[in-house]
């Protein structure tokens, strides 16, 4: 499924997914095909419109990092994998944005894009990271409460996977006509068969606890 960060009902996409992969055909949906499948109903997007649904989930999972982690020491060990892919990918990045979204008029990052879905909970509490203190009063149409002056004030590799994944067709055209795209597209496929490999194994520890996982919804 596309992330399409300002694509409303009745309008057509502005963009795609990262991946080629190409990046420009590739789309990543989350637990790559259905979440529930994998981790559980709690993994349906978006549940960040229910604040207390959201501490719970997101409350679970810290406390399974603390129970299993034993277990979940390769999901630790892929999510710095991750990070640190994100960090080799971001000064590319960060190049064209500031080259294309300061004329941008149809500002993609929006207050609902800036929320972790399930799967970047998983991901953030592998790092040993505590999540936002969100402001969960704010329209999903505004926007992001972590967009400043100068762009987002989260580090590239903690941003929700609906940032990081997203490119709209502006900031695509610019970056495919850099030399390094090449070399960008190979390390950004890279990243996401690593998010692949994390949320299964994390799926994998979680389906052999002995209670059911997840019970909140």
Request: negative net charge; hydrophobic residues 30%; aromatic residues 10%.
């Amino acid at each position: 499924m596309h992330h399409n960060h300002i694509q409303e009902p009745n309008e057509e996409p502005c963009g795609k997914t990262a991946g080629h992969l190409n990046v420009r055909n590739f789309s990543l949906p989350y637990s790559l095909s259905n979440p529930a499948e994998s981790c559980g109903e709690c993994a349906r997007y978006p549940f960040h419109q229910d604040p207390v649904k959201y501490n719970q989930i997101a409350s679970h999972i810290e406390g399974v990092f603390n129970i299993q982690g034993h277990k979940l020491q390769k999901v630790k060990d892929l999510a710095q994998k991750i990070k640190e892919g994100l960090q080799k990918i971001s000064p590319f990045i960060q190049r064209s944005v500031e080259a294309v979204c300061p004329s941008c008029s149809n500002v993609c990052c929006i207050n609902k894009h800036g929320y972790y879905n399930y799967e970047d909970l998983v991901y953030i509490h592998a790092l040993d990271l505590k999540i936002h203190d969100y402001d969960f009063g704010g329209k999903d149409s505004t926007p992001c409460q972590f967009l400043s002056e100068k762009g987002c004030i989260m580090e590239r590799s903690v941003r929700p996977s609906g940032c990081n994944w997203y490119f709209c067709e502006p900031l695509f055209d610019h970056m495919e006509s850099k030399a390094e795209y090449g070399k960008f597209d190979n390390e950004l496929r890279d990243v996401a068969e690593l998010w692949l490999e994390l949320i299964s194994e994390f799926a994998r520890v979680i389906k052999g606890m002995d209670k059911p996982y997840p019970i909140l919804l």
